[in-house]
């Protein structure tokens, strides 16, 4: 508990089977970034599957999964939300629902066609947080730490949250989100495992809200970013 690991989360052997309480993760978009590795979405949903099959064995019993995604394209438009469903459905998972991030305001002008029914394009302003189980909807009762305002917000289905600023990466997520998740999903002192963990966004919160972390992620860079930030918490 509380490492970073520089490997490839598709094998998780330094972490025990049934031991973790509650994964959230924001897998790289596949969508020609700088950090992908540029895929096939094949070869991405391959990739995924392998991950989040081996999150399963490392969930407990009633443990959480939840997953940050982003439609992608035009031409075609990628649904990579319903995909996952599919392939979590396939895995073993039961999904619990879906929340629609609202990134706030929308400063892209790819709408296409301009003013014209020609080829107009949408123009996204929210991503996907899938939530689900390992084999039960409930887990033994712990410690909650969440008040009663956050709660009733939490447990909405939309949530507005405006983007992070860049870290170091080219595509963190505002660390109030995980911070929701976590309050929302795990007991004080549980473990929270982020297999995409990119600049560490998802330790980082656990570790503020006094839970145990465990982080992977293939870049030096990034895993090095992570570190130093946790760091600066001790």
Not at 53 to 79: D, F, M, Q, S, W
Not at 99 to 108: E, F, L
Not at 128 to 138: G, T
Request: aromatic share 10%; hydrophobic share 35%; net charge neutral.
């Amino acid at each position: 508990m509380d490492r970073i690991y520089c490997k490839s989360s598709e094998s998780m052997e330094e972490v025990p089977d049934n031991s973790v309480h509650l994964m959230i993760t924001s897998p790289p978009y596949n969508a020609k970034m700088e950090y992908d590795e540029d895929l096939t979405l094949e070869q991405y949903r391959a990739l995924l599957y392998t991950v989040f099959k081996e999150t399963h064995a490392k969930l407990v019993t009633g443990g959480r999964a939840c997953i940050n995604i982003a439609n992608i394209g035009r031409k075609p438009y990628a649904p990579l939300h319903s995909y996952i469903i599919q392939d979590m459905h396939t895995i073993g998972y039961l999904m619990r629902g879906e929340i629609i991030w609202s990134k706030g305001p929308h400063t892209s002008t790819a709408w296409g066609s301009w003013m014209s029914a020609t080829n107009p394009t949408l123009r996204d302003v929210h991503e996907y947080i899938l939530v689900f189980s390992k084999e039960s909807y409930s887990r033994p009762k712990g410690e909650s730490t969440i008040q009663r305002e956050a709660f009733l917000e939490c447990t909405k289905s939309i949530w507005s949250i405006p983007p992070a600023k860049r870290i170091g990466h080219p595509a963190p997520f505002p660390i109030e989100l995980p911070h929701r998740l976590i309050q929302l999903y795990s007991f004080k002192h549980d473990t929270v495992l982020d297999p995409f963990c990119g600049s560490g966004t998802t330790c980082l919160a656990a570790k503020q809200d006094e839970r145990h972390y465990i982080g992977y992620d293939t870049c030096e860079k990034y895993v090095e970013i992570s570190r130093q930030r946790l760091a600066l918490l001790l």
